[in-house]
Nanobody
């Protein structure tokens, strides 16, 4: 069983920055793709940033150019650097992992043309981010 332990988050003013971390309990980065989900109050969870085994990254339009996903394979740690934060970024952020490639499909609700479906095998417990105007 893999555990994803999150840290970071907090409260900042609009325009500020935060960094989220997610440490995996075992070395999964070579076999799992990973990503970050965002959940606004009262809304469904949605993928905002993903990183594949080969290090390639993708972002949702809402965070592109402001957020950066990265990973440290040696320390089994996934990061989300969040810059130029906006009040609408307020919510819970969850790290996620799944075996194999194609985590980018999370940005599209976990489904893509041709029948591709991508679930989440493991979730972090979430980090609260609050951005004040």
């Amino acid at each position: 069983q893999v555990q994803l332990v999150q840290s970071g988050g907090g409260s900042v003013q609009a325009g500020g920055s935060l960094r989220l971390s997610c440490v995996a309990s075992t070395d999964i980065f070579s076999r799992y793709c990973m990503g970050w989900f965002y959940q606004a109050p009262g809304k469904e969870r949605e993928g905002v940033a993903t990183i594949e085994n080969d290090g390639s990254t993708r972002y949702s339009d809402s965070v592109k150019g402001r957020f950066t996903i990265s990973k440290d394979n040696n320390n089994n740690t996934l990061y989300l650097q969040m810059n130029s934060l906006k009040p609408e970024d307020t919510g819970m952020y969850y790290c996620a992992a799944d075996l194999g490639p194609n985590c980018w499909a999370w940005l599209y609700g976990g489904r893509w043309r041709g029948g591709l479906e991508k679930s989440v095998a493991y979730w972090g417990k979430g980090s609260l981010v609050t951005i004040s105007s």
